[in-house]
């Protein structure tokens, strides 16, 4: 299965890296199912990809924290789809930026109904689908912080590794039915968000943003950010049949070489 004309669902489309998968996906000429929280961004990249090459797009808004959006997510795809054969789980919040003993429970659990519970639920119901028909590609966004500790980000760094989990517990479920099930591991993103990130932790820690960039890049083998477009390739390869058939129950870094 090469994904032309295959039905994809990717979370969080509207920007960032989910905005490059989609249009990863749309340039081969695959059937979009995008979902975002942010309407605007969303209806933005919806036409953006038609322009690209989608053969079909369809852009519903949603809250990934909540179970009834989700529902809501899935039964509109498979109203105007009637199918689905690609789930790209790439939602996820950052959490708070704090020492553990200053973390709030509702910052914990916000993290955990976004990052974890959003994406095991979108396999739940996706899952029946891809198993009907013996069929089906599950990726998740996990990150670096998922394989490593990740100082002053506990929920987060939970969040991750609780993503890894999911995905080996489930290719182990779901190989019997051929559906393949994985997941990216990014480190620092050259965007909007990644920058974010190495604010928060400057503030939290008294020193300049460049220290902190200067400290990520220190081990990277690279020396340097990661792309989105490096991410979206990683995700178009663990979708596509002809690509990535044999593998299964996965985390691939794309990371400059993060901690080797
Ligand atoms: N940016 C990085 O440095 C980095 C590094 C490693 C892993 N990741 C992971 O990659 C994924 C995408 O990251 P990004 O940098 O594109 O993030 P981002 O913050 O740019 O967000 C991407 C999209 O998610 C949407 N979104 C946020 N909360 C939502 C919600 N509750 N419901 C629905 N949509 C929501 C936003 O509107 C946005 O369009 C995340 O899972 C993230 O944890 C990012």
Not at 76 to 82: A, L, R, V
Not at 142 to 157: C, E, I, K, W
Request: hydrophobic share 40%; proline share 3%; glycine share 8%.
């Amino acid at each position: 299965m090469s994904v032309k004309g295959k039905i994809v669902l990717i979370t969080g489309s509207g920007d960032g890296i989910g905005r490059a998968i989609a249009s990863a996906f749309a340039a081969e000429g695959a059937r979009l199912m995008l979902c975002d929280l942010n309407p605007d961004t969303l209806n933005r990249t919806a036409k953006e990809m038609k322009e690209l090459g989608a053969e079909d797009v369809l852009a519903v808004q949603y809250n990934a924290s909540k179970p009834e959006d989700i529902d809501m997510v899935c039964a509109k795809m498979i109203e105007h789809y009637g199918d689905v054969d690609v789930l790209v789980n790439n939602v996820g919040i950052a959490g708070p930026t704090a020492p553990v003993h200053e973390i709030k429970l509702e910052d914990w659990d916000a993290t955990f109904a976004v990052d974890v519970r959003g994406t095991f639920q979108m396999i739940k119901n996706c899952a029946p689908y891809m198993m009907k028909k013996k069929e089906g590609k599950i990726v998740s966004m996990s990150s670096m912080s998922g394989l490593h500790s990740l100082v002053n980000r506990t929920p987060y760094a939970a969040a991750k590794m609780a993503v890894i989990g999911i995905t080996r517990t489930v290719a182990m479920e779901l190989g019997a039915y051929n559906i393949n099930v994985n997941c990216v591991c990014p480190a620092n993103i050259q965007n909007e968000r990644g920058t974010l990130i190495m604010q928060r932790q400057a503030e939290q820690e008294g020193v300049t943003v460049d220290e902190i960039l200067q400290r990520k890049l220190g081990t990277y083998c690279l020396k340097r950010r990661v792309p989105m477009e490096d991410v979206a390739q990683m995700v178009l390869f663990l979708s596509d049949d002809e690509r990535s058939h044999s593998i299964t129950g996965a985390d691939f870094p794309v990371s400059c070489g993060a901690y080797v």
